[in-house]
């Protein structure tokens, strides 16, 4: 595709009356077996008339058991969930499959293709407009169709992220504190057999649109990563995303899945559980700067210690704005960039807890 393409914009087209999506499919989601196919979304453009966005969807089928949806790229600068994603589809064996996983490695394609983090076709966040729309742009009706019918398939499902461009993380697997307590015990005990070595348990600040929240309110099994960022991808986190998926797959019983023989990580460390409990613990640029971070990824500070600076190099003479920690907790994301402006999250400080408290 040329960036030509991209810069067209997709226009809202009206579904025929009676059609429940714009999307189709070869993929059949009742035929035993394993299948790679493709979403197909109706996408005119200059260059191409009766074209189709073309988004990778592959399904493993055997038999009786639970159905799993896993997804990566659903931001197009998150690589480390598509990495392990497109390993396993070619790694794992249909008979080690117990029920059904639907996998999509690039939910966001067009996104993927440019690496960027909202779709360069119509500038939606993938993430941020569920539960879509059938008559929307195209990431709109994509959203739609995931929400519409892949999540109803589902028991649980695990959506691969990371920092992308601007955000990097101490790898951690993520949760939602949830009202209704069964399925949090179950997404809680998911967490704990997934092995990375942190766990974030967040109370969501901003919830509408996302993925996260549709899946919740169907009331089936939600897990999200955040495994390292800076839209690149690094053996560390992949080695603990590929460990963990496996690890999610043999505890919800639908595969006997093993590791890439690359992955060397295997649940080496006990998984530290942390929480933002409020806005403080994130830690938003107030002016514009060089953003100098004085802890590394993984630290424990205590509350009142410096973590960075912003320093003002137009101004030689003025003195960096130093940045503190506003509680006890651990140093689990940074800005990636060094230049940073007045609104960008410089970093995020989780509090410690204890398993037994939750
Ligand atoms: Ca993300």
Same mark, same amino acid.
């Given at each position: 595709m040329t960036d030509e393409n991209f810069l067209v914009m997709e226009k809202s087209i009206p579904v025929p009356e009676g059609a429940k999506t714009r999307v189709t499919t070869d993929l059949d989601f009742d035929l035993e077996g394993k299948q790679i196919s493709y979403l197909r979304i109706p996408y005119s453009r200059n260059t191409s008339a009766w074209g189709r966005l073309l988004i990778p969807i592959v399904q493993f089928k055997n038999g009786d058991g639970p159905t799993m949806f896993i997804s990566g790229g +659903?931001? %197009?600068? *998150?690589f480390e969930g598509p990495v392990v994603l497109i390993k396993l589809i070619q790694r794992l064996?249909? *008979?080690?499959?117990?029920g059904r996983i639907i996998i999509m490695p690039a939910v966001n394609l067009p996104a993927h293709l440019q690496s960027t983090?909202? !779709?360069? +076709?119509?500038?939606?966040d993938l993430n941020r407009c569920?539960? %879509? !729309?059938? =008559?929307? #742009?195209v990431t709109q009706v994509l959203a739609h169709y995931i929400n519409d019918f892949i999540v109803p398939k589902a028991d649980y499902v695990l959506d691969m992220h990371s920092g992308g461009t601007s955000l990097d993380f101490a790898p951690c697997v993520v949760m939602h504190q949830l009202e209704d307590k069964e399925i949090e015990a179950k997404t809680l005990a998911a967490v704990r057999a997934y092995g990375a070595p942190f766990a974030l348990y967040l109370k969501e600040g901003d919830p509408d649109g996302l993925l996260d929240t549709a899946v919740e309110k169907a009331k089936k099994v939600f897990l999200s990563t955040e495994l390292r960022g800076g839209a690149t991808v690094t053996k560390d986190a992949v080695d603990i995303a590929d460990n963990g998926l496996c690890n999610l797959l043999n505890h919800f019983g639908v595969a006997k899945a093993n590791r890439s023989k690359y992955t060397r990580y295997k649940n080496k460390t006990t998984t530290t559980l942390l929480r =933002?409990?409020?806005? #403080?613990?994130f830690i938003t640029a107030e002016d514009d700067g060089l953003f100098e971070p004085l802890v590394n990824l993984g630290d424990r500070v205590k509350a009142g210690q410096p973590i960075g600076q912003l320093h003002h190099i137009t101004t030689p003479a003025r003195r960096p704005f130093l940045l503190k920690a506003n509680s006890d907790g651990v140093f689990i994301c940074r800005r990636v960039q060094g230049r940073a402006e007045a609104g960008d999250c410089l970093a995020v400080i989780a509090t410690e807890e204890e398993w037994e408290d939750l």
């Open positions: +659903i931001h %197009g600068d *998150e064996k249909l *008979e080690n499959v117990q983090r909202l !779709s360069p +076709i119509d500038n939606v569920f539960p %879509g !729309s059938k =008559t929307g #742009s =933002t409990a409020d806005e #403080s613990c």
